[in-house]
C-alpha cells in the first residue's frame, strides 16, 4: 500500500503547491517525534503546542485531500499511510538535497565542474543519465550525510554477530551513517570524494542510504534522478557558497543543524 501511494503521491497528486508547508509541518512532527520516540500518530493525551497541533492538523487535511482525489473513503489506516508516506518522503529529499548543495559549496571546483556537465534551465528538463557526475556527488552526498542515519530492526531469531549474541526480541540499530564512514570500508571515509562512485565501482550493502532488504525504500530507484534533476535545475540558476559545514544532527532523520550561513547567486553574475 505505502508503494502504491508513494507513487501517486508523487506522480498523480501535485503536493508540489503544498512542498514548503509539508516541509515545515515535516520539521515539527520531526522534533515531537524525537522527543516522544517515533510514536506517530502522538497519543491523544500527549501535551502538544500549538504549533504541533497545527502541523498534524495540515498532514491530515492532506491525507484528506489525497484520498478524495484517489476515490477512496479515508479510512485512519489510509491517512495514517498517507501521512507517513509524506514525511517519509518530504523529510529525506530536502535535507538530501540540502547537504549535496552544502557540500557543493564548500567545494567550488566540484560545484563548477558539475555546472559545466550541464545542467536544466527553466522547467522542461528531464534526468539525464549521462550526467554520471552529478549521479555521483548526489551519492557522495547521501554516503556522507545519510538522512536516515540508524534504522531498527527487531531479532527474530538467536544470532551470533561478531561475538555477541542478539536475542529474538533484541533491537538492532544499523547505522548507514556509520558504515558509510567505516575506514576498513571506505578509503578517506570523511572526504567528499565523489569519483569514488564513479564508474560503478561502489557495490553491495557498504552503501545503503536507502536501507536493504524487505524493507528497502519504496522509491530508491527514483531518489538520486530526482536529486540529480533539482541539483542541475538548481545550478542553473544559482552559485551556492557555504562558509562552514553545519553540524550533523541525528534527529529522526540527519539534518544540518541551523547556524549555517551560505550566499547564493544568481548563475552568470559572478
Ligand atoms: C533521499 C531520499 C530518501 C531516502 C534517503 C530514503 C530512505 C529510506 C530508508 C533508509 C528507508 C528504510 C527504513 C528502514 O529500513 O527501516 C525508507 C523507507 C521508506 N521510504 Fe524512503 N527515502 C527517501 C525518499 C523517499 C520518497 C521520495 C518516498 C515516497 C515517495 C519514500 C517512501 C518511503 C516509504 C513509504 C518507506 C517505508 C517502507 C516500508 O516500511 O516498507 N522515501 N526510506
Redesign the pocket.
Known amino acids: 500500500m ?1 508503494f502504491a501511494l ?1 507513487t501517486r ?2 506522480f498523480d497528486f501535485d503536493v508540489g503547491a503544498n512542498a514548503i508547508k509539508i516541509a515545515q509541518a515535516s520539521n515539527v512532527i520531526e522534533d515531537v517525534r524525537s522527543r516522544l520516540g517515533t510514536n506517530f500518530p502522538v497519543p491523544e493525551h500527549q501535551a502538544l503546542d500549538g504549533r504541533e497541533r497545527s502541523a498534524r492538523m495540515l498532514l491530515r487535511q492532506l491525507a484528506e485531500g489525497i484520498t478524495r482525489h484517489l476515490r477512496q473513503p479515508l479510512s485512519s489506516d489510509l491517512s495514517y499511510a498517507v501521512q ?2 509524506l514525511l ?2 518530504a523529510v ?2 530536502a535535507y ?1 538535497f540540502t547537504w549535496t548543495l552544502l557540500l557543493l559549496g564548500r567545494h567550488p571546483a566540484m560545484q563548477a565542474r558539475v555546472r559545466a556537465n550541464g545542467v536544466l534551465h527553466g522547467n522542461s528538463g528531464s534526468f539525464d543519465e549521462s550526467d554520471e557526475l552529478c549521479v555521483a556527488v548526489v551519492r557522495e552526498a ?1 554516503r556522507l550525510y ?3 542515519w540508524a ?2 530492526r527487531t531479532c527474530t531469531s538467536t544470532l551470533v554477530l561478531a561475538g555477541a549474541t542478539i536475542r529474538p526480541g533484541d533491537a538492532v540499530v544499523v547505522s ?1 551513517y556509520a558504515l558509510h564512514r567505516m575506514r576498513s570500508l571506505w578509503n578517506r571515509p570523511c572526504r567528499f570524494h565523489p569519483q569514488r562512485f564513479e564508474a560503478g565501482r561502489v557495490k553491495g550493502y557498504a552503501f545503503i ?3 536493504g532488504g524487505a ?5 530508491a530507484r ?2 538520486v534522478p ?2 540529480v534533476m533539482g541539483v542541475q535545475s538548481f545550478l542553473g540558476r544559482f552559485s551556492v557558497r557555504t562558509s562552514a559545514m553545519p553540524h550533523a544532527l541525528p534527529l529522526v532523520a540527519l539534518r544540518p543543524s541551523l547556524d549555517f550561513a551560505v550566499s547564493l547567486r544568481q548563475s552568470g553574475k559572478e
Open positions: 505505502f508513494s503521491l508523487l507517513e508516506t517519509n518522503a529525506p529529499l538530501a547521501l545519510p538522512p536516515a534504522l531498527e548507514p542510504p536507502f536501507g524493507k528497502t525504500c519504496p522509491a527514483w531518489n530526482f536529486l
